[in-house]
C-alpha cells in the first residue's frame, strides 16, 4: 500500500483563491484592502525570507502589505512601541511578530501588545485562551494549525471518534493543534519528550501530526496502517547531491511511512504553504471585521 500524497501547495491555492476573491469584494464594497503589517527586528536570514514570501503572497491576493523593520538591538521598547503604532494604524488589519525575536527581547510582552483584533498569528493569549476553553471560538487560530485542519478536511479525515496524536508541545504548533482536534471530538493524546514507549503510542493514532523538529524520527513501525500523517517539520540534511550541500525533511521518514499510511503530506509541498495560506485567510477576517461587511 502507498499512501495518498496531501498536496499542500494545491490545496493552499485553493484558500488563496478564496481570499483573492474576499478582498476583491471587500475593496468593491468598502474602496479599502485587507492590510497587514509584519514586523522583523533583527537580520535574520530565514526571518527576512519568511517576511519576503508573506508580503509577496499580500501582493498576489490584493492586499496591501506594510513592512516594519528594526535593528537587532533595538529595545523592548521600541519594539512595543512600533507594534502599538501599528494597533491605532486604521489601514493595518493584521499585525505579525516575525518570530523568533533577539533574546533580549521579552517575546511575550511584544504579542501581548498586539491589537486581539488583529492577532492575525492567532498567539495573543487571549485567543489561544479561548481556543482552549469548551464553547468558545477565538478571533484567529494559529496558521500552522488551522492549516493542518483544512489538510485533514481536504481528504476526507474522520475526526469524530478519533484517536489523534500530536507530537509536540510547542504554543506555535502542537498545543493549538491539538485543541483544534478536540474540539472536532477527536480523542487526543500529546507526546513530548518524556512519553512513555512513544513508538507505541503513536501507533495507535487514526490522525498522526508530528511537529517535534527532529529530522525522519517516525518510522513506518510508528504508524497505524491507513492513518492520515500530517508532518510539521522542516528540517535540513546533508546531501553531497544537491548544489545547496543540503536538502529539507520531515519529522517523518516519508519514503518509509508512505508504504503504511493512507494519506501522507510531502516536506516541502505540504504544511509549509498552508500557513501562509491561513495567514491570508486570517488578515481577510480581521478586515471585514473592522470594516463591518463579516
Known sequence: MTAALIDGTAIAAKVKAQVAEGAKA?????????GLATVLVGENTASQAYVKSKRKACADLGMESFGNELPKTATQEEVEGLVEKLNADPNVHGI???????D???EERVLNAVGIDKDVDGFHPVNIGRLSMKGRKPLF???TPAGCIVLLEEVGATFKG????VLGRSNIVGLPAAMLLLHRDCTVTICHSRTKDLPAVCREADILIAAV???EMVKRDWVKPGAFVIDVGINRVDDSTKKSGYR???????????EVAGAITPVPGGVGPMTIAMLMKNTLRAAEAALGVL
Do not use: M, S, W, Y
Open 162 to 165: 478519533a484517536n489523534a496524536v
Open 248 to 258: 529539507l525533511v520531515g519529522d517523518v521518514d516519508f519514503d518509509d511511512v508512505k
Open 141 to 143: 487560530v494559529p496558521c
Open 96 to 102: 505579525l511578530v516575525q518570530l523568533p525575536l533577539p
Open 104 to 106: 533580549h527581547l521579552n
Open 26 to 34: 471587500l475593496f468593491e464594497k468598502t474602496g479599502k484592502r485587507p
Open 213 to 215: 523538529g527532529r529530522a
